[in-house]
């Protein structure tokens, strides 16, 4: 029964998550010598986990069909109780003992049916987490069956809406199999299928990051013709704006040309501040390098925030950051929104008390089509040709982010989502200011004096 519902729901949901929100497979060569049943260990965040799970793999898969150990709550709700029906799931029993929660999976596994264990989010608290750590691997041993780590992004916050709205795109990573031996403590076997499930985030991180390096890196070639446009002008004016006093260490995240890095140069030179100017990208350093070879008081360095950021804690008087920290969807081992927080967590640590955050954002449901209509003269320029051209690109790379945006890929929020998280991680005085034909936003808040 279950197996014929597998069948008969995997071309739909591939249809849709497909065409709905562009299903990315990665990591599939990694199970073709693989025989059944195995043990799926995924990350977890959503209902649509398990039917995504499936949904990547083959039609007629070997692996077919899931049965996924649930929380028993789960299974009081009525998409429990249908889930439950059809055989997709069963009770994890942890409550009672590791004893008694490897009854069923064992007895599944025996009789050649695959597993799915989400082992992050089914249970939250002591000592069910640590229990369902354990699960996982003596279940390998046991059965003799190999896990299957697998990572899944884009789930963060979806829905049916999201999804049909084409506001959700989604990747799958299925990592290679891991298999335990009796040589193995039971800490060296937990501590192995954390390390294998990190592995596998860490692989569909290095996929992503590799993709948004490329796509940055053609953005770099013409960025320069951006910043003629009026709307652009009209961004750095304002940024300008919202900077007052410069003095000590500032750094600018991103600096791309360096038009705000100029700026903090600018103010801060006659308090002999110092200017940090940053970004990931090879041509911009070099340009960076070169723009301000004469000014003393900037250094230009390389620094790919997708990585922890390291400097000290409580030594920077200000921080810069020009349309960069919506765009940054993998840092330290977290993706999309959690990334996204954990940077303006560290960005807080960094400052001085009484240190600011000067930054900028599209707004929430951007229309950059505002930004290329309020920059038509500039387009059509003659005096620089190659500015209809590129003027062209900028728009089609434009409309790109834009898409990313309302996709979830990029951060782009509203002003009340971005002072909740900036009053949470504990910033003060927090300000906005709507910029560049009123599509991008820029925040200004500061580290308070004193932390209660």
């Excluded at 506001?167 to 891991?178: A, M, R």
């Amino acid at each position: 029964m279950t197996r014929i519902v597998h069948l008969a729901m995997w071309p739909v949901l591939k249809i849709i998550f497909k065409l709905f929100a562009g299903l990315n497979v990665y990591g599939l060569e990694n199970l073709k010598d693989v025989k059944k049943p195995v043990i799926f260990a995924s990350n977890h965040e959503s209902y649509f986990d398990p039917f995504l799970i499936g949904s990547g793999l083959p039609w007629f898969s070997k692996f077919h069909p899931i049965c996924y150990l649930a929380d028993d709550s789960f299974l009081k709700t009525i998409s429990g109780k249908l889930a439950g029906f059809f055989g997709g799931v069963f009770s994890g029993k942890l409550n009672i003992g590791i004893e008694r929660a490897m009854i069923k999976p064992l007895s599944l596994l025996w009789v050649g049916k695959t597993v799915g264990i989400f082992h992050e989010w089914c249970y939250k608290k002591e000592p069910l987490m640590y229990r369902m750590n354990k699960l996982i691997p003596l279940l390998s041993k046991e059965s003799m069956r190999p896990v299957i780590p697998v990572f899944l992004y884009g789930i963060e916050n979806i829905s049916w809406k999201k999804i049909l709205k084409f506001q959700k795109k989604v990747s799958i990573f299925y990592g290679k199999p891991l298999y335990f031996n009796n040589n193995l403590s039971e800490m060296e076997m937990i501590k192995k299928i954390n390390a294998s499930l990190y592995g596998v985030g860490a692989q569909m991180m290095e996929v992503i990051q590799n993709k948004e390096k490329v796509f940055w890196g053609n953005y770099s070639k013409f960025y320069h013709y951006l910043e003629k446009a009026d709307p652009h002008k009209e961004l750095i004016n304002d940024f300008k704006d919202s900077i007052n006093k410069v003095k000590g260490t500032w750094i600018d995240f991103g600096s791309g040309s360096g038009a705000i890095a100029s700026i903090l140069s600018e103010k801060g030179n006659k308090n002999n501040a110092k200017i940090i100017a940053t970004d990931f990208e090879t041509k911009f350093i070099e340009e960076l390098k070169n723009r301000f070879n004469e000014k003393g008081n900037v250094q230009a360095q390389f620094l790919d925030l997708t990585d922890k950021i390291k400097f000290e804690k409580n030594s920077i008087d200000g921080i810069t950051a020009n349309l960069v920290l919506p765009y940054i969807i993998c840092h330290d081992g977290n993706f999309s929104l959690k990334a996204f927080k954990s940077i303006l967590r560290e960005i807080f640590e960094i400052l001085k008390p009484g240190g600011i955050f000067v930054w900028s954002s599209p707004k929430k449901n951007v229309n950059f089509w505002k930004v290329a209509m309020s920059s038509k003269k500039n387009v059509f320029d003659f005096r620089d040709k190659k500015y209809i051209y590129y003027g062209m690109a900028i728009l089609k790379q434009a409309l790109k982010i834009e898409k990313k945006g309302r996709q979830g890929i990029y951060n782009f929020l509203s002003k009340e989502e971005i002072e909740k998280i900036l009053a949470e991680i504990g910033f003060v005085n927090i300000t906005h200011k709507i910029s560049m034909a009123k599509q991008v936003n820029i925040i200004k808040c500061e580290k308070p004096l004193t932390l209660d």
